[in-house]
């Protein structure tokens, strides 16, 4: 799979998680009752899409490094944003115009950045510490369901979905899992990144759900996604080896956190408060 695929699939992963954030939003208020609201078609459309968004983004980390996976994903804001004013009239500010332009030229700029990736070959102590961090993570998550205050969830739903992304780009796919389909699932069951994939994706979303339920949405929004962009990030250049094409390295840094205050900005917009509330993103 080659770079621009690879950026294609990103790519598709934000405009899945974007258009699925409304979907759900429309089913939900179609809903007669919450029972009712999950079973819409438009809800489940919007799964749908959610679902496709996640599996793209995998896709996507097997190629490119964390840093501009985690950035170009960051932009289904952008994509909410401006459906939502398409979809549901929702009231697009003036700022909010500036974040998405900021947002298209720093993804842009990512994306001339980074450079194709070598696969992974990640060590045994390597792996197992990711799911080892995982673990934690739930564990801490946990304690916050009960005590802390939703921005803290918020946190450690970042961090969760950063722990994903960092397993899956350390996860090296099955060879011809169609032609060997039982030893494909059986090297992905004994493989540790594929527990810490599993168990870090349910946790951001249970804990950033929780934190919806009892935050305000801008504030929980913008935590998320600022852990989600930088932590991943800086742990893939450290840990995986992700790196950036010659003389881009501080174009990039500039970019990824541009991403991360464009996402900040439109956190606060009317349009994904319109739709944060009947988003149950899939893990990613």
């Given at each position: 799979m080659t770079a621009g695929l690879a950026l294609t699939f990103a790519l598709g992963a934000a405009f899945g998680y974007g258009v699925g954030s409304v979907l759900q939003a429309v089913g939900a208020r179609r809903g007669a009752?919450?029972?009712?609201a999950l079973g819409h078609?438009?809800?489940?459309?919007?799964?749908a899409c959610d679902t496709l968004a996640w599996l793209a983004s995998l896709v996507a980390l097997q190629k490119l490094p964390v840093y501009a996976v985690q950035s170009v994903t960051a932009g289904s804001l952008a994509v909410t944003v401006v459906v939502a004013r398409i979809v549901l009239g929702a009231r697009l500010r003036r700022r909010d115009t500036g974040a998405i332009l900021l947002t298209v030229a720093a993804l842009t700029v990512i994306?001339?950045?980074?450079?194709?990736?070598?696969?992974?070959?990640?060590?045994?102590?390597?792996?197992?510490g990711l799911a080892g961090a995982a673990v934690l993570t739930a564990i801490a998550g946990l304690a916050a369901?009960?005590?802390?205050r939703p921005v803290v969830a918020a946190t450690l739903a970042g961090l969760a979905w950063?722990?994903?992304a960092l397993c899956a780009r350390a996860l090296t796919p099955p060879p011809d899992p169609l032609g060997h389909p039982g030893t494909a699932a059986w090297d992905l069951l004994r493989e540790p990144v594929s527990w810490g994939l599993v168990i870090s994706g349910v946790t951001g979303t249970i804990l950033y759900a929780h934190a919806l339920r009892h935050g305000p949405v801008g504030p929980v929004t913008a935590v998320l996604?600022?852990?989600?962009?930088?932590v991943p990030s800086v742990a893939g250049v450290?840990?995986?080896?992700?790196g950036v094409r010659p003389?881009?390295?501080p174009w990039a840094v500039l970019a990824t956190l541009t991403t991360v205050a464009a996402a900040i900005v439109l956190a606060s917009a009317p349009g994904t408060a319109d739709t944060a509330g009947a988003d149950d993103r899939a893990p990613g």
């Open positions: 009752s919450t029972l009712r078609p438009l809800y489940l459309a919007g799964l994306s001339l950045a980074a450079g194709p990736e070598p696969p992974v070959t990640a060590s045994t102590a390597l792996r197992v369901l009960r005590v802390a950063g722990i994903t996604w600022a852990v989600e962009i930088v450290l840990l995986l080896g992700d003389g881009w390295l």
